[in-house]
């Protein structure tokens, strides 16, 4: 259980309402993978959208068939609300508690100023960590919503491209953090940390990739075995968005190590052309074999596309 001060006080805490509909279900998925249900999340308000990073089940829901949800988006806000799952017969997503979320502002420890550019979400010695961009870092929030730096990967702190940064940040079984950057270049493959806390800072691996689709988002499965990690393709705003899971095992996540990924699932029969995954998280379920994984999409608050959050059951 997350044991930060996420429980702010009611004054910081602020309510909106959404729009929760269905999204159909798939035609056809790989063996391994149920359909879980997915809702299309929309809303008057414009704090709903830019969607990074994603957490569940790190605090106890307010619905006795609900999951808690926290996710950090672009502007520096976190949202927080109950997914509402049926159990039986099977597991499905079906709605948010009241058609409602939280909203609260990330403000940097130093400066009081919004922590903006919030691109992943994990948990690190039991408080929330988020992965930065533009201000390339890795922040953890300590008291309330105020957010204080770890220290900066060397490979980060002289660069200059606003978006290759960490975009994908997982806890692993030990505790420590992976952090694996979107476009930070090492050895035909991409930079990727280990932090542990250690006066030395991080230790450097490889991530690597085809050149094509990068990581978005990350998580470890509750066994402690596979890391999963989202990827996308990007080529212009012009262009189909493409979205895929890959796996990891995560006994050969190491210092100096050269991770090789392999695709899991196809996203795009799932969620369409427009989808912009960006998070991914994981929880247990009554079976220690089967997993449930649910992806999120930032819609880069563009009004007219929804934040979309699909569950999947997957047995490995």
Known sequence: ???????????????????????PEPFDLPDGFTWAGGLALTSSDPRLGGVSGLGLGLVPPVHDQG??????????????????????????????YKRELTAERLTDARTGLRARQAESLAIWEERLAFGFEVNHRVGVMWRGTKISNLPVPIALRSLSSKNNGIEALATLPGGSLLAISEGVQREDGLRAWIYSGQQDGWSILVYEWDEGFAPTG???????????VSERKFVSMREPLSNRLMVVPVADIAEGARLQPQQILDLDPILGPVANVESVAILPTADPNEFLIVVATDNNYITLLPTMIAALLWRP
């Open 218 to 228: 990350a998580d470890v499965t509750p066994d402690g075995r596979l890391l999963v």
């Open 1 to 23: 259980m997350l044991l930060c001060s996420v429980a702010t006080t009611a004054k910081a805490q602020e309510r909106f309402d959404i729009v929760a509909t269905p999204l």
């Open 67 to 96: 999951i808690r949800m926290m996710a950090v988006t672009d502007s520096g806000t976190l949202l927080g609300g109950d997914l509402v799952f049926d159990v039986e017969p099977s597991i499905v997503l079906k709605d948010v």
